[in-house]
Each structure stands twice: as C-alpha cells, then as structure tokens.
C-alpha cells in the first residue's frame, strides 16, 4: 500500500477520465450472465485483441470465466437503464432486456456495438485482473448509435461534435 496516494482522491482524479459503458456478458449453464464494465479497452488489430479489468474477487467476474464465449454490449446514450438493469443482484440482471444467445454470448437488443470474444490469458495487475480477450466477431449498426459515457462517477451523453 501506498501511502502518497489517498484511495479517495484516487477514484477522484480517475473519475476524470472518461469511459465507456458496456455489458460483458457470457452464458453458464444455460442461462445468462452480465457484469457491467467500463475498462473495456481495445488492446490489438493483428490478432485482433482486446480486454477489460474486473476487480479480483468480483463474484460476477468468476461467473465470466466459466462461459465459453464473452460478449461485450457497448451501451448506447439511450441505454442507461440498462446498465442500471445489469448492477441489480446477478440472477435478476436480465429481467424486462431484450437479449438473444449468439454461440454463447448474450447480445443486447439496441447497441452501440457487439463484439466477441474468448478469453486468452488473465494477467494480475494488483487488485484487479486484466481479461485479455481474442476478438471473434464484431458488429454495429450501419447508422452508428453514439455511447454514453462514465464520467465523475455519472452517465453523460456527448456534445455536439466541436469544429
Ligand atoms: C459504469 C460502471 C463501470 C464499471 N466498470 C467496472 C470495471 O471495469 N471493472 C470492475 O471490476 N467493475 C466495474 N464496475 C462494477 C461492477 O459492474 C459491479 O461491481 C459488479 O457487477 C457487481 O457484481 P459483483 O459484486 O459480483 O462483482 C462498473 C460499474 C459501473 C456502474
């Protein structure tokens, strides 16, 4: 433990930087499971890699890991309610979405972007674990939907586009 940095003003000054919001999903014994997820990152174009970090002892990472496939669910603006959907308790998170089983990976009806994935290699990076994922297939609507974002611990939607 470090003690120049203070874990309060930690999550403050990260809270500056913005995220997305998306739903990494998977399938355990038939029925579907979600954890909302906003390091979602993108990691490499040749192989196609990319990957996200979940605290250590999350018991809905553990749930991640015994599907077959990951779906990641990049949340549109208008999908807020959504996320809040998926932080409720683990065996409710899918009640009221409209959702299909794509080899393993629920999709989300309505976002900004679907990508799979198969999880490669988990690489330990202190309290947390790095997923880093092969990318299997990807898919976004051909009139783009624009992603809310996390930021100062809040969800915004963006700005006009600046010129
Ligand atoms: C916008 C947003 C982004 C989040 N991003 C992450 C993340 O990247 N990694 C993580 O471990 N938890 C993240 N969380 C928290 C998890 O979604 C939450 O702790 C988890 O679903 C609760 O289940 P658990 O108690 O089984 O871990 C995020 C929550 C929100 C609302």
């Not at 198969?118 to 939907?145: K, R, W, Y």
Request: charged content about 20%.
């Amino acid at each position: 433990m470090t003690d120049a940095i203070d874990p309060k003003y930690f999550r403050q000054v990260m809270g500056q930087v913005p995220t997305c919001v998306t739903v990494v999903t998977t399938m355990v014994d038939g029925e579907p499971k979600a954890m909302v997820i906003g390091s979602f990152v993108s990691v490499s174009l040749d192989p196609p890699m990319a990957g996200f970090f979940c605290t250590t002892d999350s018991y809905s990472w553990q749930q991640l890991q015994e599907g077959r496939a990951l779906g990641v669910n990049v949340l549109g603006a208008d999908q807020i309610d959504v996320s809040n959907a998926c932080m409720r308790e683990p065996d409710e998170r899918f009640d009221g979405l409209d959702w299909v089983d794509v080899d393993g990976a629920p999709r989300i009806a309505g976002t900004a972007a679907f990508i799979t994935m198969t999880l490669d290699q988990i690489v330990d990076a202190g309290d947390h674990q790095f997923a880093l994922c092969n990318v299997t297939s990807m898919d976004m609507p051909d009139e783009p939907i624009e992603p809310v974002i996390f930021y100062g611990g809040r969800y915004r939607t963006l700005a006009a586009e600046s010129t």
